[in-house]
C-alpha cells in the first residue's frame, strides 16, 4: 500500500461539494468488489475513483477518465509538522490529470486533453473547497492568546483608547483601537517572532467575546475599513496605490495604479475608477496606509504603542473571483492579518531549507525575480510543510511570521450566490528585521565598529543584502539565532532604569554566544565593550525612530480631525444631489495633504538610518592619554596569525611549510594577501594563517591603525574621522 494516495472526483462543483466529507473516508475495497468499482463508474457520473500503484488499474483509471469526464480534481492526504489531515489539491494548469504516488515517491501523471471551448470553462471555474488545516499547535497559541486578553490586556486596551481619544467623535474607531492593542499586547507576551514564529487565526466571535464590548452594536474588526472608505482616502487626498501580478508560477511583481491625464495637479492624481479598473488585474495595495490615511491613523498608533516598535500598515483590495490574489512570497516583518470586509482564503507554510538556494533572501522568497512557485510549496519533495489554511472572514485575525511563504485567493465556488463582496483587509507590520533590530544587523554593525572584515559570512558592504549567501549555509540552529529579532519591548523608555539595564546586558550577552558560534576567529577579533556598545546605539535609533513614527500618525488624526471639521462646516454647500466625492481642492489643502505632511518624517528616519551607518564607519581611536599610559587592548595568544595586516608590514610568510622574511606588497579580498620575499620572489593570494606578524601592532596608536581589511569607502570615512579628532 503507497505511504500516500489520491482520491479523484468527477463531476460538477455541487456534486464534489456533496462527496466531499465521504471522500476523506474512503477505504480501498477487498479484491473482489475492485471490478465492480468500473462498473459503476460507468453507470453512473460522478464517479469516485481509488487510485492505487497498479499498472493495470492506471490504465484503467486513465481510459474511463478520457472517455467520461475530461476535468478531475484531487482530494491528497498529505503530513503536516504538527498533523495529518486530507485536503484539496486544485491544479490550475490547463490541462487536469490523474495523479498517482507510489511508494518510492515516484509520481506519474496521466494527461487529458480538453478542447479549446472546455479550457475556456475550466479557466473560470472556481477551485472546489479545501478543507481547513489547523494544526493543535497553532490552536494552543491562538487559546494563551485569547486568554491573556480576556485575562489582562482587554482592560489596558480600552484604558489606552480612552487616554489617548483617539477619534472620540467614532465609537467604532476606540474599539478597533483599543482591540488591536490588547490583541498585539497579548501576542508580544506568549508569541514567537520570525523564523522561530508559528502561524495562528483568531476568529471574530472570540475576539470579541474576551474584549467584551460596551456597546453590543459596534465590532472591533469587522467593517471599520470598507470600500467606501477607500473612495473617501482617494478622493481627499493626492495618494499613490501598487497592483501585484497575480501568476502563482512566478515571483510577486508589482506595478503603479495611477493613470495620470495630464500634467496638472487635478489630472495627476489617482481616481477611486484607477482603482477599481486594476482591481480587475489584481491586488491593489496601499502601503503605508496609516501614514496617509487619518483612519488608519489611530489602529497604527496602538500597535506601534502595544509592541514598542515602529509600525506600518499595509491596505489590500481584491475583487472576488481570484484563483490568486497574492503569488507564494515571504514578508520582512511579522503580520498581523485583519479582514474587515469580504473573505480570503490562506495557506501558510513554513519556511524552505534556506541552504537550498542560499543566493535567496529568507525574507524575500517569491518577490520579484525570485521565484516561489505553489507547485514546489504542494509537492511531497518540498522541504516546507502547509501549517495553516482557513478563510478568514470579517473580523478574523491571522497572524503570519517572517520568512514564511503564504499565497492568498478569493475565489469561491458560491460568491456568485453571496454577491461579488470585495475583499479589504490591513496588514499590520512588526518592523524589528526593518529597523535592524536582529542579531545578524547588530553583529555586522559591531564587526564594522571594530574594522574587523566578516570573511566568514562576506555582504560586508552598505549595498549587500546580510540576508544571502553564506549567512544561509550555517547550520540551522544557528541560522535561525541569528536571524531572530531582539525582544519587542526593547525600546521601551518607561519603567524600571534597573530593568532596562538587564535587558541590554542580556541581549548583549545574547549577541557574543551567536557571533562567536558563527565563527570564533571573528569573534575574538572584536573588542568586548563594542558589543554592548552596538546594542546600546541599535535602542537609541530604534527609540528614536519609534517618536518619529508616533508623530507622524498624530499628525495624520489631527488631519483627520481637521477634515472632519470643514466637512461638517461645507456640508450644505455639497448638496446638490451629485454623487461625486471628488471635489478641487484649495492651495491651502493641498499643503496639507500626505504627499507633504509624510515627507519630512521620511526625512527624519533616513537621517536616523545614516547616523547609525556613520556611527558603524567611526573607528574609535585611543586618546593622547591612554596612548602615553601605554593603556593598549589584550591581544589573543595567537595575535601573530589573528591580527590585521597592511600594506608595508614586515612579516614571515610560509613558503613551501617554512617561513621566511617578506613584506606584505597588496592586500586582497577574502583576507588573503601579496607578498614579496626578501629575494625578490613573489607569492600571491596567501591565507592570513600563512603569514606571521614580527611585532604586535600598536593599538594605541591612530598611526599604526590597521586599515588595510577596510573598504575604500571605510578608508575615506575613517581618515575623515581622524582628521576631525585631531582638531
Known sequence: MPRSFRICYYGNEQQQSQRYNA?????????????????????????????????????????????FQPHARSIGCRGSVQSRQCHIHHRPDTYYG???????????????????????????????????????????????????????????????????????????????????????????????????????????????????????AVTVFQNYFTMQDVEKAVEDDFLDAARGSTDNRKG???????????????????????????????????????????????????????????????????????????????????VIVVQTTGRKHWRVYSPPNPALKPQADVFARGKGDDSLPLYTLESDESSSELLLETDLNPGDVLFVPAGFPHTTGTA???????????????????????????????RRLALRKANVLDTTLGQSRDEDNPYVGKVNELPSNIHQK???????????????????????????????????????????????????????????????????????????????????????MTAHLNDNGSTSRRKTMSPERIQRLSLFRVQRYYEKINKAKADLLQWSYDIKAASKAEVAEGKKAALPDDWAFTMPVKVGDEVEADLGGAFFPATVRKVLPGNKFDVQFFDGDQESGLDRSMIKLMKPPNLGSEDDMATSSMTPKQLKRWKKAQKKNSK
Open 252 to 334: 510577486w511583481k508589482i506595478t503603479t495604479v495611477s493613470n495620470p491625464r495630464g500634467d496638472s495637479f487635478e489630472q495627476a492624481r489617482m481616481t477611486y475608477e484607477d482603482v477599481l479598473q486594476a482591481m480587475e488585474k489584481g491586488t491593489v495595495i496601499f502601503n503605508a496606509a496609516g501614514a496617509h490615511i487619518p483612519r488608519l491613523a489611530g489602529p497604527c498608533l496602538a500597535v506601534s504603542d502595544a509592541t514598542n516598535t515602529p509600525n506600518a500598515v499595509n491596505l489590500y483590495i481584491t475583487s472576488a473571483g481570484k484563483r490568486t490574489s497574492a503569488p507564494p512570497h515571504t514578508d520582512k516583518q511579522d
Open 412 to 442: 469561491y465556488a458560491d460568491h456568485a450566490s453571496s454577491g461579488d463582496e470585495t475583499s479589504v483587509h490591513l496588514t499590520f507590520n512588526i518592523d524589528t528585521h526593518v529597523w535592524d533590530l536582529n542579531y545578524l544587523s547588530a
Open 482 to 568: 541569528l536571524l531572530s529579532e531582539f525582544p519587542l519591548d526593547f525600546l521601551k523608555e518607561e519603567g524600571d532604569e534597573i530593568l532596562q539595564e538587564s535587558t541590554v546586558e542580556a541581549i548583549s550577552a545574547e549577541l557574543k554566544r551567536i557571533s562567536k558560534a558563527v565563527d570564533p576567529q571573528t569573534f575574538e577579533q572584536v573588542d568586548d565593550s563594542i558589543w554592548k556598545e552596538t546594542v546600546e546605539r541599535l535602542r537609541q535609533q530604534g527609540q528614536e525612530l519609534l517618536e518619529i513614527h508616533r508623530d507622524m500618525y498624530l499628525a495624520a488624526l489631527k488631519e483627520g480631525q481637521t477634515r472632519q471639521a470643514e466637512e461638517a
Open 23 to 67: 471522500a476523506a473516508k474512503v477505504e480501498l475495497p477487498p479484491r473482489k468488489q475492485r471490478k465492480n468499482i468500473s462498473r459503476n463508474m460507468i453507470s453512473t457520473t460522478p464517479v469516485v475513483a481509488v487510485v492505487v500503484s497498479s499498472g493495470i488499474l492506471l490504465c484503467c483509471l486513465f481510459i474511463l477518465a478520457t472517455a
Open 98 to 216: 490523474v495523479s498517482i504516488l507510489s511508494s518510492t515517491t515516484v509520481r506519474r501523471f496521466a494527461t487529458i486533453s480538453t478542447n479549446a471551448d472546455e479550457l475556456s470553462s475550466a479557466e473560470n471555474l472556481p477551485p472546489p473547497r479545501r478543507p481547513d488545516v489547523i494544526t493543535t499547535h497553532s490552536t494552543v497559541l491562538a487559546q494563551q492568546v485569547l486568554t491573556t486578553m480576556r485575562d489582562e490586556s482587554a482592560s489596558l486596551g480600552k484604558q489606552y483608547a480612552d487616554q489617548f481619544g483617539l477619534d472620540e467623535a467614532s465609537s467604532t474607531t476606540s474599539a478597533t483601537c483599543a482591540g488591536l492593542y490588547a490583541l498585539l499586547y497579548a501576542m508580544k507576551k506568549n508569541l514567537s517572532l520570525g523564523l522561530q514564529g508559528y502561524p495562528l487565526v483568531l476568529r471574530k466571535d472570540d475576539l470579541e467575546q474576551v474584549l467584551k464590548a460596551d456597546d453590543s
